[in-house]
């Protein structure tokens, strides 16, 4: 019955039911239906404003779809887009609009989640600095406005954001022709007073501005929060917690949980079981040991195996992977504890084979969209947990088995197993099935793919497609290690075998089984029976599965290129490194992708191919083999990849810290007058002045403090400077008396107090100078510090960032626009980050350099630092963008990725460093070493990046600012 009412609304224009949702996205308790069609929501997180510029958003797009996901998942960034009151942002990288464009093309879904809160470790979960510090709602509240409430100035806070960011987001509905399939409210929240209220206030509004997609709540974890207070319920899952993965021991993992199925059965009855978000790397944080290569390790294959089929076995039939593609969390975007590297050990960067062998599966086999749990099984085979699913109308069963307990095992069990609707005790030729210590398999039995029946494959099924009339079943495996497959086949079978493994076949009673262990490479059995019933198996040894690309070919009409609504798969492509695109015109069969050495592969296809383009290029090498399919080498050429020597150019230097001058002339700070504060958090002594940054507009960086005393022979001498400063855990602060360095305050702690002695010949008869450089880090995220900050949860957002009358501004140099391209250094005296500076300061070290590189590549460039360890923090900016910051005694970031479009690939660059010396040794004031290096070079890539990089007069020079 279902389906037969599915049919009749894919040919309908969506309606609008009567609680005002658009029946364009539909669900059951099995599934989502979109336009009509049952959809397993396959989906990747990708954050734009991680990746500014926009010409390369279209490459992750292409890798998702390539990958086999239909969707991509969102946060939008409130700081960004609304960076002042009344002031919305939607131009430049914040224009999204070229993002649903491409994605629509591309043919994948879209859920967008604009918080308004993200958490997504960056400053203050997305709220901007000036939301973050509103005032409280008087009388009843004399501090700082209550956020993710229903507070009545956070609500006049966000209005603007909302207006603007939804109304996009609407436009772009699936309803109106666009990608937008879910619209999740808030994130991670909480029920309570003001805050069911808060969520239903966001809601209302995105429905009046025109909003007839479902939204849903992301809880934190199966904590029945906001069940009921949207559409749709999710929450996340990070089962091998969520940041500080640089430090964990990855042969080390916690139970698997087995609460998702009844957690979701019992709280949302009736709904999909649906992860907004799930693990798909981790964040790692300042001073982390091993970094992301350790994160790739510990959340890297094996746990995308074990952990997401467990996800299927409990009913999960929407996933989206937290991250897919992290990206960088440039300029001061970064929460307190994040670096700006947002690697997350994503799959885009190492996992994407597994994830597309998980993705092509679950886009071919739609019986999966449906299923009953028929049993658990944890006795039959000791330490084996076996997890059978069931869809009800075909009867196809999926056995998913794991091991019991995979904290500490390495171990391999063999063991035999009865499957299927004829209770068949797997292998049947004697051998066994093998459970490596952290793996996992899915067994599928009783299945149709075309015209065709499997009856069961101990292999793992990869995809089908249909070739000239018969059926071709795509599987895989461990090289030496034995699988059986058998399908439904009556008559003689004629069995032609092509590939180096060694493959044997039996008939028996209108079945006929297949034994063979996968040796390297892809081998083709062709299996034919005199009444035409033919099948052919590709069985592809595991490492060559993940180099099977399966594109889409565009259908006709509305959503031509999604999987499911009118685009096909009639051909695979095996041995590449990415195929992005396909189309298949007449007799050409066009590829689009890219390829790091000469590749042949291997195309099975329709028959009607007789060409073969690649990046637009006739390949002249295609042939057909004696068994139909196509084999050609993908030619690569290396081109001649020319980067400059940082270490030998010139480079110009200018000190920047003037501020502690006596005859400075507080140039672009502003006064920090302020006697009063709503702040939570009081400050500790030195009244009447309140020297929180925050509450003067300085949400982020590097902040200079300067203030002045007098002193004389007739007043008594100090003999101390006493600093209470607060920042972040990761702060630091320098302290200067005059023109004396003082020290530094850098302990790692959350505020540190320090009395810097002062001696007699440090002090001026006249006007004394304390500057205090101090870094922001950027601010906390909602509950980091639950259990010790006054006024509970919100609060955590508003600590203080500061000193507990003076003058306030970012660094000189940043205030000058020196890390602008276009500033004329031409007259800063010629000195390298490499000789540095002479004494406790702050530096601007500038350069520039040509580039030219070649067309039609992708070559991924990476500024590199020296990794020794020195007391001195460096911002990297380049053209401007500051893309880079290094904490040269913490780390544990060296290298930063900078993508084309940031750099011009074919043009002048300026590379800046701030150089900020925290102490007095060689390796605290120079920067041993600074490199800009390729990591890889790719034929193909997206080509016509635009670059966008506002140069100094455009952001200062207009402004009146003096060179
Ligand atoms: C989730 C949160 C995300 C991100 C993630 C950890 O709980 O929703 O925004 O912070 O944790 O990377």
Known sequence: MVQLFILLVANCQPQLSYNGLTTAI?????????????????????????????????????????????????????????????????????????????????????????????????????????????????????????????????????????????????????????????????????????????????????????????????????????????????????PLSASGCGNANPAIWPAIPTTWRAYFDATVPGKPHFFPEFQGGSADNWGSTGGYANCRELVGYNFQRVFYHQ????????????????????????????????????????????????????????????????????????????????????????????????????????????????????????????????????????????????????????????????????????????????????????????????????????????????????????????????????????????????????????????????????????????????????????????VGENTKIEIFGPSVIASLTWNNDLVQTLTQTGTGTWQAIIPFSTPLVSLPDLESATWRYRDSLPEIQPDFDGFAMVPANQTTTTSVFPPYYGEPWILYADQYGFHAGNLVWRGTFMHNSSTTAPTAINISSSGAVNYAASVWLNTNYLGASDTRARTNNNTFPVSDESLIDGENTVVVLQDHMGGDLSGQDMCCTPGGRARDLQQPRGLQGYYLGGLYGERAGWHLPGYDDSLWEERTPFQGIAQPGVGFFRTTFQLDLPENYDIPLSFVFDSTIGHYRSQLYVNGWQMGKRIANIGPQTAFPVHEGILDYHGINTVVLSLWALGNGTADRAIPSFKLVANGTYAGGIQGISTNNPDWTELRGNFGVPL
């Open 311 to 594: 996800m299927w076995a409990d009913g999960a039939t929407a996933e989206n992977f937290y991250m897919f593609y992290g990206g960088t969390t440039w300029s001061q975007l970064p929460y307190s504890q994040g670096y700006t590297s947002y690697d997350y050990g994503a799959p885009i960067t190492a996992k994407y084979g597994e994830l597309k062998l998980q993705s092509l599966f679950l886009r071919s086999f739609t019986d999966f969209y449906m299923t009953d749990l028929i049993k658990t099984d944890t006795t039959t085979v000791p330490n084996v947990f076996i997890t059978q699913l069931q869809n009800p109308l075909s009867k196809s069963s999926f056995y998913i088995f794991r091991p019991n307990s995979v904290a500490t095992t390495n171990t391999t069990i063999n063991f035999q197993y009865n499957i299927g609707q004829a209770n068949t005790l797997v292998p049947q030729n004697g051998a066994s099935l093998t459970l490596l210590g952290r793996d996992s398999f899915v067994i599928a039995t009783d299945l149709s793919f075309g015209t065709s029946k499997l009856q069961y494959s101990t292999a793992s099924l990869l995809t089908f497609l249909e070739l000239d009339g018969s059926d071709l079943l795509v599987v895989y495996g461990y090289t030496g290690m034995p699988y059986e497959m058998a399908f439904e086949l009556s008559g003689a079978v004629t069995q032609i075998i092509t590939g180096p493994t060694q493959v044997t076949g039996k008939a028996t009673n209108g079945t006929y089984i297949l034994n063979f262990s996968p040796s390297t490479g892809v081998t083709l059995v062709n299996l034919t029976t005199p009444s035409g019933q033919d099948i052919a198996v590709l069985i592809a040894d595991y490492n060559a599965a993940t180099q099977i690309w399966q594109p889409t070919i565009a259908g006709r009409g509305n959503f031509v290129n999604y999987v499911g609504m009118s685009a096909s798969t009639p051909l695979i492509v095996s041995g590449l490194y990415l195929v992005r695109n396909a189309s298949l015109d007449e007799q050409n069969l066009a590829l689009w992708g890219d």
């Open 26 to 238: 539909e669900w059951d308790n099995y599934s989502f239906f979109i336009l009509g069609n049952r959809t397993f929501i396959q989906s990747g997180e990708f954050h734009m404003w991680r990746l500014p510029v926009p010409s390369l958003w279209r490459d992750i797009i292409q890798k998702a779809k390539a990958a086999g996901l239909n969707t991509i998942s969102v946060y939008f960034h409130w700081g960004l887009i609304n960076p002042r009151p009344g002031e919305v942002d939607l131009t430049g990288i914040n224009d999204y609009q070229p993002f649903f464009d491409a994605a629509k093309e591309e043919g994948i879904w879209v859920i967008a989640r604009p918080g308004p809160y993200i958490n997504s470790e960056t400053s203050t979960g997305g709220i901007p600095g000036h939301v973050a510090w509103i005032p409280g709602d008087p009388p009843w509240n004399l501090y700082n406005g209550e956020l993710r409430s229903n507070d009545t100035f956070y609500h006049a806070a966000w209005q603007d954001y909302w207006t603007g960011v939804i109304s996009l987001i609407s436009k772009n509905q699936v309803t109106n022709g666009g990608p937008v399939i879910l619209l999740q409210i808030e994130n991670e929240y909480y029920n309570g007073p003001g805050q069911n209220q808060y969520v239903d206030q966001l809601r209302q509004r995105a429905i009046q501005l025109g909003v007839v997609i479902p939204t849903f709540v992301n809880d934190a974890g199966e904590f029945d929060n906001l069940v009921n207070d949207t559409d749709l319920y999710g929450f996340d899952a990070y």
